[in-house]
């Protein structure tokens, strides 16, 4: 039987550091809330800062700014492209078109926390909607990632807190005008972390009673979309089919810092083929996510995709290039 990867040790260990960095900030929280809540988000800086791609540059604190001088709300960390002016990277207003991700940072979520960052989220997709070659992924996805992470939350037990979590993701969903609204990722470093993906499928057969995806399939309006947030159970190692979990205290839970990591590679790694290896690799690596639907909402092509776009779409060569990753064709990523 093979060994435990080693990547997957290291994300084991690093759940662990949370954990223990916010059991220490809590014990001083009611004398500095403020103090407290920075070290959170120092947290999270640091451990985004070692673990993606090292070309990237993490900030903290501030506001993104659109290019024609519109100002999002206040963001906890920021990610910033490798090309990012140096000049600029100390500045508390950042520019939207060099900003990869950008996340809000709470010590302890709480079920109020979430309506205004969906609300958050929908405001900062507004910001930068330049892409001069569209494709399905940036037409449905925020052009920049945008999540929360927490150390824990305020409920008794993580039962509830799962229950009250799914059912505020589940209602906010609903509430969304497009996909690219949504947020990609909820981590709460003591739970689970919640994953924003898109599914395409076909809602019948066509004419031909077939279930084949491709122009036919458009034409007949056959064709939805479905955002999605998965939630993880339990990490599955492909290789040797054993539960692989973390343990923080004597206690097993699932990898929820591992699941976000993993996550956000898989994203921030797709438009540069020389990291989309390594995105993939950590996908390979720390085996497939058991995971269980949170939330689903339905929308037609004409909801999700620009003239462009469904343009594109109505030729056999945009499919053929689909059916290239068959694994995936049905999930964006």
């Known amino acids: 039987m093979l060994e435990r990867h080693e990547l997957r040790i290291f994300l084991d260990q690093v759940t662990a550091e949370i954990a223990d960095e916010y059991a220490r900030i809590y014990k001083r929280t009611k004398e500095d809330p403020g103090t407290a809540g920075d070290e959170g988000e120092s947290n999270w800086a640091k451990l985004l800062e070692d673990w993606l791609p090292a070309d990237l540059h993490v900030a903290t604190k501030g506001r993104i700014i659109s290019s024609n001088g519109e100002a999002g709300p206040q963001v906890d960390v920021v990610i910033l492209s490798g090309d990012y002016p140096r000049k600029l990277r100390d500045k508390k207003i950042y520019l939207a078109g060099g900003v990869v991700a950008a996340f809000e940072c709470k010590n302890t979520l709480r079920k109020r926390h979430l309506g205004k960052f969906f609300k958050n989220a929908a405001a900062i997709s507004k910001l930068e909607d330049t892409y001069f070659s569209p494709t399905l ?64 499928g076909m809602i019948g057969p066509d004419e031909d009673g077939e279930h084949r995806l491709g122009p036919s399939a458009l034409e007949q309006d056959l064709l939805r979309f479905a955002s999605t947030f998965d939630r993880g159970i339990e990490f599955v190692d492909a290789r040797i089919e054993n539960v692989v979990r973390a343990t923080i205290g004597g206690k097993t839970i699932p990898n929820p810092v591992g699941a976000l990591i993993t996550h956000l590679m898989r994203h921030l790694t797709l438009g540069d083929p020389r990291k989309k290896s390594l995105g993939a690799y950590f996908w390979r690596a720390t085996g497939s996510p058991l995971s269980q639907r949170a939330a689903h909402r339905v929308w037609g092509v004409k909801e999700v995709c620009s003239s462009g776009m469904i343009e594109k779409m109505m030729t056999n060569s945009w499919w053929e290039e689909i059916d290239r990753e068959p694994k995936n064709r049905h999930r964006l990523p």
């Open 137 to 200: 992924y940036t037409e449905a996805f925020s052009p920049i990632l945008y999540g929360l992470l927490a150390h824990s939350h305020e409920w008794k037990d993580a039962v509830t807190a799962t229950a009250v979590i799914d059912g505020e993701i589940e209602d906010l969903v609903g509430e969304a005008v497009h996909p690219r609204e949504l947020p990609a990722v909820i981590a709460v470093s003591d739970l689970l972390t919640w994953e924003g993906g898109l599914n395409f």
